[in-house]
């Protein structure tokens, strides 16, 4: 059971952070509101959440060796993650104007990326700073990706 809920805690908090940070970031480059970053927060802790869960419940199903008991486990456990970890974002949202959060937000979540990345790469017995360099690298391309796509939409549709 514990490996199962391991693997969903995993998921839904990396997508948690990844995920939230991505909407945060284009939203603001495309719309400078802070109430439609806080809906985009918002729905992705719920849709996203309920979504990701669905998608560890198929995956963990589709592996032969779990039990019905250890995929509710990685499904609660995902949508959990995610659900939490995602609203943590509205904190600085709600709090400081929308650049201040965005550098607050992105310093959290490249935190908790870092520690969670840490503690993986100390249960697999491999050098966390090339376990944490690579998860934060993915997280900043998603950052500067939706960044860029986020001024183009607010260039062509402004």
Same mark, same amino acid.
């Given at each position: 059971?514990?490996? $199962?809920?391991?693997?969903? *805690? +995993?998921?839904?908090?990396? +997508? %948690?952070?990844?995920?939230? #940070? %991505? ?5 603001? $480059? ?17 849709? /996203? $959440?309920?979504?990701? $869960?669905? %998608?560890?419940?198929? +995956? ?8 019905? @008991? =250890? ?8 949508? #959990? ?5 995602? #609203? ?24 908790? #990326? ?7 790469? @100390?249960? =697999?017995?491999? @050098? ?18 939706? =960044?860029?796509?986020? =001024?183009?939409? /607010?260039?062509? *549709?402004?």
């Amino acid at each position: 059971m514990k490996l $199962a809920i391991r693997k969903g *805690f +995993s998921f839904g908090l990396t +997508s %948690g952070v990844i995920t939230t #940070l %991505g909407i945060m970031v284009g939203l603001n $480059a495309s719309t400078h509101s802070k109430m439609v970053i806080i809906g985009g927060i918002i729905s992705i802790a719920i849709a /996203d $959440a309920f979504s990701d $869960a669905l %998608g560890i419940h198929v +995956s963990v199903e589709s592996e032969a060796k779990y039990s019905r @008991k =250890q995929i509710w486990g990685a499904t609660f456990s995902t949508f #959990l993650a995610k659900f939490f970890f995602a #609203l943590t974002f509205v904190i600085p949202v709600l709090l400081f104007d929308n650049f201040t959060a965005i550098i607050i937000s992105t310093i959290w979540g490249f935190l908790l #990326l870092a520690i969670y990345s840490f503690h993986l790469a @100390k249960r =697999q017995k491999t @050098k966390p700073y090339k376990v944490i360099t690579e998860h934060l690298l993915i997280a900043l391309l998603v950052i500067i990706i939706t =960044q860029l796509v986020g =001024q183009w939409i /607010d260039k062509i *549709f402004n």
